[in-house]
C-alpha cells in the first residue's frame, strides 16, 4: 500500500527528533525484554527476541540499552506486560490498529478510548476492521542495496512473497511466520536491512485530503505519545501532492 510506504516515511523523518527517539527507544527495549522473558535469553535461540534486538540495531539503539534489557528478562526484573490490540476508525472513517504492551489493561483501555473520541475517531471491538489488513513480515532495504532484479531475486530465494520497490527503498513481505528464515536469508545475500518487524498491511485504504491527513496525523501522534503503544497502524490513502504539504 503507497499510504503504509508514506506514513512510514513520515514516522522516519519524525524520528529523527531526539524526544521521539527516546521515546522509541524505550518500546524497543520493552519489546526485547518481553521477547526474553517469553523465551531464551539468547537471541540466537528466541526468535522473537533475535527480530525484536535486529529492529533495535537498525534504529541506532545503543548496546548497553539492548543489553540492559535482556538482563532485566534474565534476572525476573521488570513488570510483566500484556499484549493488547485495540482497533477502530479514525477520521474519514480511516481504520487504524493500535498494538499496546500494558501492565494495566484498565488504564490502557481509558486512554486508548479516549484517545479515538477526542481526536475524531471511535473505538471498536477487536476485529472490527482487522479483516482490513493481513499480518505479515516486513523487511525494508534502502535502495542502494541493489537494483530491482537483483533484490527481488534474493527474495525469491529467501522465501518471500512479495517485493515493493521505488526510488526510496526495497520493501520486502513475507508470511509472518517465516520472518525470521526470510529475514536471516535476506541478510546473508544483502546485508543488514534498515527495518525487519512484523506489521499489519492494508489490503484496502480510504483517500484522505490535507485537513484529512492532518486530522488522523493528530490522531496517531496522540496514541504513539503514550508509552503503553507499541505501535499504530492506519489503511489511509493519499496524493503526494498532500503528502508534501504534511
Known amino acids: 500500500m503507497a499510504g503504509h510506504s508514506k506514513w512510514a516515511n513520515i514516522q522516519h523523518r519524525k524520528g529523527r527528533q531526539d524526544k521521539i527517539r527516546g521515546k522509541l527507544f524505550s518500546k524497543l527495549s520493552k519489546e526485547i525484554t518481553v521477547a526474553a522473558k517469553m523465551g531464551d535469553p539468547d537471541p540466537e535461540k528466541n526468535p522473537r527476541l533475535r527480530l525484536a534486538v535486529k529492529e533495535a540495531r537498525s534504529n541506532s539503539m545503543p548496546k548497553d540499552n539492548i543489553d540492559r534489557a535482556i538482563k532485566k528478562a534474565a534476572g525476573g526484573e521488570g513488570d510483566d506486560y500484556v499484549e493488547i490490540r485495540y482497533e477502530g476508525y479514525g477520521p474519514g472513517g480511516v481504520a487504524v490498529i493500535v498494538e499496546a504492551m500494558t501492565d494495566n489493561k484498565n488504564r490502557t483501555a481509558s486512554t486508548v478510548r479516549s484517545t479515538f473520541t477526542k481526536n475524531g475517531g471511535s473505538l471498536g471491538e477487536t476485529g472490527s476492521v482487522g479483516f482490513m489488513f493481513d499480518r505479515v513480515g516486513e523487511v525494508v532495504y534502502a535502495a542502494s542495496v541493489g537494483d530491482n532484479d537483483t ?57 484522505l485530503d490535507l485537513e484529512g491527513m492532518q486530522k488522523l496525523m493528530k490522531l496517531i501522534d496522540a496514541l504513539e505519545d503514550d508509552d503503553d503503544i507499541q505501535r499504530v497502524t492506519a489503511n489511509f490513502e493519499a496524493s503526494d501532492e498532500v503528502m508534501e504539504q504534511l
Open 151 to 207: 533484490v527481488m531475486e534474493a527474495a525469491i530465494e529467501a522465501g518471500a512473497e512479495d517485493v515493493e520497490s521505488s526510488e526510496d527503498n526495497h520493501v520486502v513481505y513475507c508470511a509472518d511466520t517465516d520472518l525470521n528464515d526470510v529475514s536471516s536469508a535476506l541478510e546473508t545475500a544483502l546485508g543488514e536491512s534498515e527495518s525487519t518487524k512484523l506489521i499489519w498491511k492494508p489490503t484496502t485504504s480510504t483517500e
